[in-house]
């Protein structure tokens, strides 16, 4: 095993240049996560036609499978030698046209291909684990490659945030546009879907070759080659400093992947469910787009937020921060609980216009209010990473920031496989129904009609509470609405589980004690040459007994 930490490059000065083209691969980085975390549940329950509560293990054994990897991953990337495109974006460079395949194959409309639910689960599952292969290949490499452009505790949290910067406004835009191309409410059988995902399968293919091709990391490590053992990959942990940071980002990830997969599911079936009936039974109908705004404003919030907690880490610290944003994020989700439902709606021209209920404007500054606090807890783990591998050279005597990268990966989205599991199945006992397909002979049954009336009968039309569409030899069943019980668990898993989430996360960040001025310490400790010394061990066991 090399023990070896010189490093090539000692400048801490990113310029602008760098990190500009640094952050590019967060428009993947924070785009796809939005596309996938908004968009993916109602594609696969309303579109593909998988129920509810079938989403649990495909959920958990997808997301299991990205964790399993992601220590792999990070080790086969710090044992690369540092070459022309350095020891990661070498592996970004090579993975990023599968990120446009695999986002394709992602959002490919199983229904076209078979009615049989069982291979549509399993088309489901195999897909989404070529996604998170090739995900996983450029997403870990990067984020081992943030911690590498500095070691300077202001540059380092400077450069994240035009990296975040970038994160917030693809974020953005892939909650608002992807919508607009791709619907359930369409009537094209998911169609729509494929030409979103070729789309922004493309840009997001280009953001990581502007990285890989055009960024440069400062601190250049020898490759470390560790035979990979589950020893190799748990070492991380016992780093108390390693694993509050990892409280921290999981808390924040798994309440954000809650509220976003269950974001346009929450509003249709319980904001706005009336005017959702309306425009899906009438396609000549439209509404205005709210849960689309308010989802979009709230990482508009996020990108006004990011001076506001710049500010507050340097004037206070980067616990405070956290503790910050957590208890903004808490007691506005407290107060959507209290928001009504609509119950009434007029029609002007083609639009349906919500009457009673939560009025537009307010979930605009509820989506607001929430990005603003949800900003704190995102950007604090991001900027915190390199700090973490700082204290881990110090720790371990090597610096191994893929083996971080792909442990926190790793339990990341374990953590995120069980908080996403928990909702599908609660919402699915408690009744709630995805679309369905049948032929056209078990729907002329399920109307008790003759062939020759159903040879006359619509295209598309209203069947008990679903609307029905006819193709080519098979009827899709559209739900309209969801029972109260549905309804009521939706607003318990959309709005509580993130609360009880981010309650957890605030504990975790109160015993976080990592500063700037220790930070600081730390990375001159490293640098030092007499590390056999006498006075250079008593050094590090101050510092280390300070965390």
């Given amino acids: 095993m090399s023990g070896q930490n010189s490093k090539v490059a000692t400048a801490t000065k990113v310029k602008l240049g760098n990190k500009l083209a640094f952050a590019c691969a967060d428009i993947f980085g924070g785009g796809s996560f939005n596309i996938i975390n908004f968009l993916f549940t109602p594609f696969l329950t309303l579109v593909v036609g998988i129920p509810m509560i079938y989403l649990t293990p495909i959920l958990l054994f997808t997301k299991i499978w990205d964790g399993i990897i992601d220590p792999f991953i990070g080790q086969i990337t710090d044992g690369k030698k540092p070459g022309k495109f350095g020891k990661r974006r070498y592996f970004m460079l090579i993975c990023a046209p599968l990120v446009l395949i695999g986002l394709v194959l992602l959002f490919f409309p199983w229904n076209l291909v078979t009615q049989s639910v069982a291979l549509k689960c399993v088309f489901v599952v195999l897909v989404y684990m070529l996604y998170a292969t090739a995900q996983s290949f450029v997403l870990i490499?990067?984020?081992?490659?943030?911690?590498?452009?500095?070691?300077?505790?202001?540059?380092?949290?400077?450069?994240?945030?035009?990296?975040?910067?970038?994160?917030?406004?693809?974020?953005?835009?892939?909650v608002a546009v992807p919508g607009m191309i791709a619907s359930p409410t369409k009537g094209d059988n998911g169609v729509?879907?494929?030409?979103?995902?070729?789309?922004?399968g493309f840009i997001f293919m280009v953001s990581i070759l502007i990285t890989a091709l055009f960024s440069r990391e400062q601190i250049v490590t020898p490759a470390v080659k560790v035979k990979i053992r589950l020893r190799e990959y748990v070492r991380p942990l016992k780093m108390k400093t390693y694993r509050q940071y990892l409280g921290m980002q999981m808390c924040t990830s798994m309440g954000m992947a809650v509220m976003s997969s269950f974001f346009f599911t929450f509003c249709d079936f319980y904001l706005r469910r009336?005017?959702?009936?309306?425009?899906?039974?009438?396609s000549q109908l439209s509404r205005f787009p709210i849960a689309t705004i308010a989802a979009a404003m709230m990482f508009v919030a996020q990108i006004f937020a990011l001076p506001?907690?710049?500010?507050?880490?340097?004037?206070?610290?980067?616990?405070?921060?956290?503790?910050?944003?957590?208890?903004?994020?808490?007691?506005?989700?407290?107060?959507m609980l209290f928001l009504p439902a609509e119950?009434?709606?007029?029609?002007?021209?083609?639009?349906?216009?919500?009457?009673?209920?939560?009025?537009?404007?307010?979930?605009?500054?509820?989506?607001?209010?929430?990005?603003f606090g949800i900003g704190g807890t995102v950007f604090v783990p991001h900027s915190t990473f390199g700090d973490v591998c700082d204290v881990g050279e110090l720790y371990f005597g090597q610096r191994t920031e893929g083996a971080f990268s792909g442990l926190t990966n790793f339990l990341n989205t374990t953590a995120q496989a069980i908080g996403l599991a928990i909702p599908p199945l609660i919402i699915g006992l408690a009744g709630y129904v995805e679309t369905q397909y049948v032929t056209t002979a078990e729907f002329q049954s399920m109307l008790g009609i003759s062939a020759e009336e159903f040879a006359s009968l619509p295209a598309t039309g209203?069947?008990?509470t679903f609307k029905y569409t006819v193709g080519n030899g098979s009827v899709q069943l559209l739900p309209l609405e969801q029972?109260?019980?549905?309804q009521l668990a939706i607003r318990l898993s959309f709005i509580v589980l993130p609360i009880a989430i981010m309650i957890i996360g605030a504990i975790i960040a109160f015993r976080y004690k990592l500063t700037k001025d220790l930070q600081s310490k730390i990375v001159e400790a490293n640098s030092r040459t007499d590390k056999e010394s006498e006075d250079f061990a008593n050094v590090r066991k101050d510092l280390l007994s300070r965390l």
Avoid at 192 to 200: G, H, K, L, R
Avoid at 274 to 280: F, H, K
């Fill in 274 to 282: 009336l005017s959702y009936e309306q425009v899906t039974v009438n």
């Fill in 483 to 486: 029972s109260d019980s549905a």
């Fill in 192 to 200: 729509s879907y494929i030409v979103m995902a070729a789309i922004f």
């Fill in 308 to 335: 506001f907690y710049l500010k507050l880490i340097r004037m206070r610290s980067k616990r405070f921060a956290y503790l910050t944003g957590a208890f903004i994020w808490i007691g506005v989700a407290v107060l």
């Fill in 343 to 371: 119950t009434g709606y007029t029609l002007s021209g083609n639009s349906v216009v919500s009457t009673q209920g939560t009025p537009d404007w307010l979930l605009i500054m509820f989506g607001l209010a929430l990005g």
């Fill in 141 to 174: 490499p990067y984020y081992s490659h943030a911690s590498e452009m500095t070691d300077d505790f202001n540059e380092r949290n400077n450069t994240n945030a035009v990296r975040l910067a970038f994160s917030i406004m693809s974020s953005t835009v892939c």
């Fill in 462 to 464: 209203i069947y008990e």
